[in-house]
């Protein structure tokens, strides 16, 4: 078992930037790909960004490609994901999780989540 807490978020201006952290504990944390969804009020969680084992391997999605950074410290079994340029369309609560794979693209490839921390972009 994996627990995942999240924090980092709040309410920002267009333009602005935020870090999320992602505190893992129980199980060793590398040995776990790592991703960021999020999901904003009435529609899918969908992906953003996701790293693996190590650290060396990145993806993002295309909406936040240049804008947001996702890294890893495994010695400190935390995760982050720094958002600049943030934009309205960013708003909704975001998830960190955690995969028994490399790494992955998709919701189903993630075996555990953590709560959610609330991003807001006002315009």
């Known amino acids: 078992q994996v627990q995942l807490v999240e924090s980092g978020g709040g309410l920002v201006q267009a333009g602005g930037s935020l870090r999320l952290s992602c505190a893992a504990s129980?199980?060793?944390?590398?040995?776990?790909?790592a991703g960021w969804f999020r999901q904003a009020p009435g529609k899918e969680r969908e992906f953003v960004a996701a790293?693996?084992?190590?650290?060396?391997?990145?993806y993002y999605a295309d909406s936040v490609k240049g804008r947001f950074t996702i890294s890893r410290d495994n010695a400190k079994n935390t995760m982050y994901l720094q958002m600049n340029s943030l934009k309205p369309e960013d708003t909704a609560v975001y998830y960190c999780?955690?995969?028994?794979?490399?790494?992955?693209?998709?919701?189903?490839?993630?075996?555990?989540w953590g709560q959610g921390t609330q991003v807001t972009v006002s315009s």
């Open positions: 790293i693996g084992w190590s650290g060396g391997n990145t």
């Open positions: 999780a955690a995969s028994q794979r490399l790494w992955g693209l998709s919701k189903a490839e993630y075996d555990y």
């Open positions: 129980g199980r060793t944390f590398s040995n776990y790909g």
